[in-house]
């Protein structure tokens, strides 16, 4: 479990990063709707990502206890984009609806990068032995 709790931190760090980065963009660049949505994406992500490690936890424990889990959640992740995309609809004079769109699965991009580098460098440490 300790595991989740560590790959939740990292991503955590990375989607914070990312947020300082938006933050930046709105207050120094012309393009503020756009890293406004980028922003509005990236904190529904946020939601995504603890509602994801919380939905892990309870299925590792119903594991444990030989239980079966209902589900994992992704009807609420879809409902946190599809409420996303409907915020920047509503306010287009202050999100970019792409950037949103970008936002929200600013997560998923992290998810798949770093799962990316964890299999290249064990792929490297296997060569070197």
Do not use: C, W
């Amino acid at each position: 479990m300790d595991d989740i709790h560590k790959l939740y931190q990292r991503y955590r760090r990375l989607l914070l990063f990312l947020t300082g980065i938006y933050l930046f963009g709105i207050a120094l660049t012309p393009y503020r709707a756009v890293f406004a949505g980028l922003l509005l994406g990236t904190l529904f992500s946020f939601y995504n990502l603890r509602l994801m490690v919380r939905k892990a936890v309870r299925l590792s424990e119903a594991v444990e206890a030989g239980r079966n889990m209902a589900d994992m959640g992704t009807f609420s992740r879809m409902a946190a984009a599809v409420l996303a995309v409907l915020v920047a609809i509503r306010f287009p004079e202050h999100f970019h609806l792409l950037s949103t769109a970008v936002g929200v699965f600013s997560l998923y991009i992290i998810l798949f990068l770093d799962s990316l580098i964890h299999l290249i460098y064990r792929l490297i440490q296997r060569e070197e032995r």
